[in-house]
């Protein structure tokens, strides 16, 4: 009796739990309902199917339960009631996976009119490409990646001149307005998903792979890598933004074509010595830093980082946390620069001084940071010199303190969670690896003995 009235009560609890559980899909934010009708359709014949088995079970204990002086009955073959569970359970089967078949078909035809955008993955960030005036994107291949050309288009194709490069993990998507997103790895698999697109679909190197759908309401949603693909996979987001046709359209406006890109002028070191002498009062003479002052050494940095870092503080996308006093202090600093040529003009300038590695003060157990270290390194490379190509600045040799703070303000909220700062997130997942504040110095420690 005990195990019958446990089977019922199992199968009351899942009903409840399926209905009452707050875990479940976020409200669709496209055109695929149809996926949500299938994944409804299959709980419906599995949960029937649960129900009466179940049930059936429960019933067998009570009715055929042990009673003094009665035999079983051996009976090996039914033909009739063989019959009839072979015609439910097709009955079932079809029913569950036939209108999935129809609603593939769909997936697999994207509608002539959907604009095609590329979204190309990287481990561990999304860059985007929409096809300029000419509605055409250019070719591209592996062997044209390079840190000017991170697309890796190719240069003598006259169709991607135009080509407007969103090299940012953020898109925006006009809302009602089919979209063909065709995907690119330049790596290892990744997947692209969105909750409330429902659909998603892999990235495999090699290939360009694709996914459709219509977004039918404005909002920002979070795009996630769906595929195991490092370390840092569960730190691979980006976010996509729907919104009205005019807003989306001075969205894409606010981004260089290929073409403009590839014109840049490099920094102008001669053009920025003056700019400089404003950051050397706190940096001093040589960027060599200050922790009397709160300032970190620049020298030998990055310079991609140094200008990303520029632009943040300028925008309003660093500095503006009220528990970042420092950064405070750096935001007016960095408004100092004009435009996008002082920014290169004054890292081409930082860049000609010499990097001597600055003094080391963090006191840690370098040991137990080398563990941590494991994590750092698959993005910030195992000198700790910083790569590009994973957004990652060069932590050797810089100010120790520095990092620290740093560290500590990712892991806090401080830095890294200003909807305007598009890289920053990701750091700031990854520092919840990171315990306690001894983990911290430890970790800095650690990267002090990096050769
Ligand atoms: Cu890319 Cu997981």
Known sequence: MAVAIALVLLIVGSILFHFL?????????????AMDDTISLTFWVTGFVFVSVNLFLAYCVIRYRHRKGSRAKYEPENKKLEWWLTGFTTVGVVAMLAPGLFVWAKFVHPPQEAAVVEAVGAQWHWRFRFPG???????????????????????????????????????????????????????????????????KMDLVPGLV?????????????????????????????????????????????????????????AGDAAAGQPLFAVC???????????????????????????????????????????????????????????????????????????????????????????????TCEACHGPGGRGIYSTNAPGLHGMSDWYLVTQLKNFKHGIRGAHPNDLYGPQMALISTILPDDQAINDLVAYINTLK
């Open 209 to 265: 792979t694709f996914i459709w759908f219509t977004p039918t309401r404005t909002g920002k949603f979070d795009l996630l890598c769906n595929e195991l693909c490092g370390v840092a996979h569960y730190a691979m987001r980006g976010k996509v933004v729907v919104e009205e046709e005019p807003a989306f359209q001075a969205w894409l406006k606010g981004h260089p074509t290929f073409a403009q890109t590839s014109a840049r002028p």
């Open 280 to 374: 050397a009062a706190c940096h001093g003479l040589e960027a060599q830093g200050n922790a009397a002052l709160n300032a970190p050494k620049l020298s030998g940095q990055e310079a991609w980082y140094l200008q990303r870092q520029l632009k943040n503080y300028k925008q309003g996308a660093r500095g503006v946390h009220e528990k970042d006093v420092f950064g405070q202090m750096m935001a007016p600093m960095a408004a100092t620069l004009g435009d996008d040529a002082a920014i290169a003009n004054v890292v081409a300038y930082i860049n000609t001084l010499p990097d001597q590695p600055a003094p080391t003060t963090v006191k840690g157990n370098a040991k137990t940071g080398q563990k941590t270290y494991v």
């Open 21 to 33: 559980s707050p875990w479940y899909f976020t409200p669709i934010a496209s055109n695929w309902g």
């Open 133 to 199: 005036s000419d509605g055409k994107l250019g070719t591209v291949d592996a062997r044209h990646v390079s840190e000017k050309n991170p697309f890796g288009l190719n240069p003598a194709d006259p169709n991607g001149q135009d080509d407007v490069l969103v090299s940012s993990p953020e898109v925006h998507l006009p809302v009602g307005k089919p979209v063909k997103l065709l995907l690119r790895s330049i790596d290892v698999l990744h997947d692209f998903a969105v909750p409330q697109f429902r659909a």
